[in-house]
């Protein structure tokens, strides 16, 4: 038996952690740190719903519970405590995303793993997805020539969900730069090549999702009311942002965020181009296409399976975070991925407030 332990077993976690035992039955939840111990349990594998046992600190889980992994998926700002004080343990770790909400957490995080041995996989489904992989092998054997340029869109047709549920309290969001281009800026990285080192952006708040509370009655039909969402002023997710990068080796690239959009106005994925042709693909589409900038060319088109969650990368990172714990795998989402992201959107949040660009640090000694 391969035994886990979770910290913070809610929904996300809860639903990963079912495909992770059906993959592998020999992986079972044996320890856990979540202070709603009955809504956990009732979340748990139906195999370990009775006999998982429940701790109070995650020092407690890992010395009395004895666990071969961990698993992290509180909301976000608690991820960067745990997985920094997770790092002496020497366990393989699978860690929710963003990693971390300020750049304090940041550096705490990038101290306590500085000398760590173990492995990280940072949730970052999309870039294993079908179409991210195909896209990279296709970059990487020229198809587009020297990358020079990538935009990124994303137009959320679920963004009310982060007007909605807990996401909309801002203090454990700090924004939908951590919370949504984390991934975003993390596959633009992989397929640039090269992190992101420079960063100016613009958000909108407040025009169309605005705070019911605040609102007399019959207010503006161009809104959407919601309670407790917060204001400009005390901070609160964004309705749109985007942003302008700049990558380490010279590429440049944009990213657009769009939390209003419905139905099938949905849209995400990546126009990457350099002089030798363009190559595009979207998520909801479901295809990828390379376009060669040379006369007498036909496109190709590329279309993976369908229906799959996180358009296949759940799978593939999951499958990663068994082979780690089996020790036959490094993992493809490592923590320096995680971190690279993570300053980035914090970038591009200051560069947003500020009106300035912004510097990414950059991390170089993980
Ligand atoms: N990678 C992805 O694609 C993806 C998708 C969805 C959500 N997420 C991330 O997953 C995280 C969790 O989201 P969720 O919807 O599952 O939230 P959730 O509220 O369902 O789960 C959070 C869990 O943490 C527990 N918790 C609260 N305080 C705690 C503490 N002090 N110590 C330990 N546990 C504590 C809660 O009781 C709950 O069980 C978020 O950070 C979100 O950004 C990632």
Known sequence: MIKLGVIGLGRRISGLIKSLTQLD?????????????????????EADRTTARFYPSLPALIRRGRPDALLIGTRCNLHARYAA???????????????????????????????????????????????????????????VGRVEHLLGVNYVPYGKVYFEGWYR?????????????????????????????????????GRVHRD??????????????????????????????SALLEFANGAKGVYTQVFYTRNSAATRGATISGLKGTLRFDWYGNDLRVVPHAEDTQPEIY????????????????????DVVRGK??????????????????AAKRSAETGRFVDVPQITDL
Request: hydrophobic share 45%.
């Open 25 to 45: 039955p020999e992986f079972h939840v044996t320890g856990v740190v979540d202070p709603d111990e009955s809504g956990a349990r009732e979340r748990l594998p």
């Open 85 to 143: 004080a997770a790092a002496t343990a020497g366990l393989p770790l699978f860690l929710e995303k963003p990693i971390a909400t300020s750049l304090r957490q940041v550096r705490v995080l990038e101290h306590a793993w500085r000398d760590a041995r173990a492995e990280v996989v940072v949730s970052f489904p999309l870039r294993v997805s079908h179409l991210c992989v195909e896209a990279k092998r296709r970059l990487d054997a020229g198809a």
């Open 169 to 205: 309290d801002y203090r454990i969001t700090q924004g939908l730069f951590l919370q949504k281009a984390t991934h975003d800026f993390d596959y633009l990285a992989l397929l640039a090549g090269a992190p992101i080192v420079r960063v100016a952006a613009m958000m909108a708040r």
């Open 212 to 241: 019911s509370s605040l609102e007399p009655a019959g207010g503006d039909p161009e809104a959407a009311y919601y309670p407790h969402i917060g204001t400009p002023e005390t901070g609160m997710n964004e309705d749109s942002s």
């Open 303 to 322: 279309r993976p399976a369908a229906g799959l969650e996180h358009f296949g990368g759940d799978a593939v990172l999951l499958a990663n975070f068994r």
């Open 329 to 346: 795998a490094s993992s493809v989402s490592p923590l320096r991925a995680g971190l690279q992201s993570v300053h980035a959107c914090l």
